[in-house]
């Protein structure tokens, strides 16, 4: 074999969108160049749009009676099942993380086997959530009255750069009491949000419960906080003050939940906090007695 016959061209991948279940390019066409900590190339990404955004809003509100209206239970295997999906990718997981120089090779396998318990473990609690968050209220009179819990709808995420198990740790427990959610990635690290989508695609997660947008933070942060037809929005992955308090802003349009945490520890026990937050409470009346 000559030397010009032993030199191969390699395929260079250029990640997608994932919106409803699918994995579209961009509508704009446009994609960015995704690198290593040491400056390689790895891949290109797709570069969403304010309309990918729009369609990924439509996607998840297109899911959401479907969602919501799976039982607890159904919910709960559903999570297993992308665990277990996630553990099969393993290997892929930990080449990615290592890559984009966020974690060594050793600290990367922890990270990506964090990430596979934290959502056994919320999918432990989506039968549980409702006991926790729910009660029967003490009233003078004869009636009983009791409060339960239920999704909010369509939420917005702005994924931290830890880019696996702050990932999971802002999509499992908007999903797992029955919201749908549009996430926009990492920027910098977006490999592993995509992975993830194959992930889920490849699980028996609906199409359209989890849409994930890459590119430009600053770019489609501001429209989804806009948007009239989101109902709340994580602003976790949002580092910049002032684009922060612009989202904010925006999301007063419609009173939309917005959740805003200061430099959250992934590695900490969870807790409920992020399951209530996108939670909404229905109290009823019921007459007793004669």
Aim: charged share 20%; proline share 6%; hydrophobic share 45%.
């Amino acid at each position: 074999m000559s030397d010009t016959q032993a030199v191969r061209l390699a395929v260079r991948k250029t990640y997608k969108l994932y919106i409803g279940g699918a994995f579209p390019r961009s509508e704009s066409g446009r994609s960015y160049v995704v690198t290593s900590s040491k400056g390689d190339f790895l891949a290109n990404a797709s570069k969403a749009s304010r309309k990918d955004a729009r369609d990924a809003v439509s996607a998840a509100r297109k899911a959401f009676a479907g969602w919501s209206g799976a039982t607890a239970y159904n919910r709960g295997q559903i999570l297993y099942r992308i665990a277990e999906m996630l553990e099969g990718r393993r290997a892929q997981f930990v080449a990615e993380l290592t890559e984009a120089g966020t974690r060594k090779a050793k600290d990367a396998g922890g990270i990506v086997d964090a990430a596979i318990d934290r959502l056994v473990w919320y999918a432990g609690w989506s039968d549980k959530i409702a006991a926790v968050a729910g009660a029967a209220n003490p009233v003078a009179g004869p009636y009983l009255n009791i409060s339960s819990p239920e999704p909010t709808g369509v939420v917005a995420v702005i994924a931290p750069d830890e880019p696996l198990l702050g990932l999971v740790s802002v999509i499992a427990p908007v999903i797992v009491t029955g919201n749908t959610c549009v996430v926009v990635a990492s920027e910098r690290a977006p490999l592993p949000s995509i992975t993830l989508a194959e992930v889920l695609a490849t699980s028996d997660l609906p199409g359209g419960v989890v849409n994930v947008l890459t590119g430009s933070v600053k770019e489609i942060a501001p429209w989804l906080a806009a948007h009239m037809d989101v109902n709340a929005i994580d602003l976790t992955g949002v580092a910049e003050e002032d684009l922060a308090i612009a989202c904010e802003q925006a999301a007063a349009e419609n009173l939309k939940r917005v959740l805003r945490p200061s430099a959250p520890d992934w590695s900490a026990d969870p807790g409920t906090k992020r399951m209530t937050a996108f939670l909404e409470t229905k109290t009823v009346w019921h007459p007793t007695g004669i």
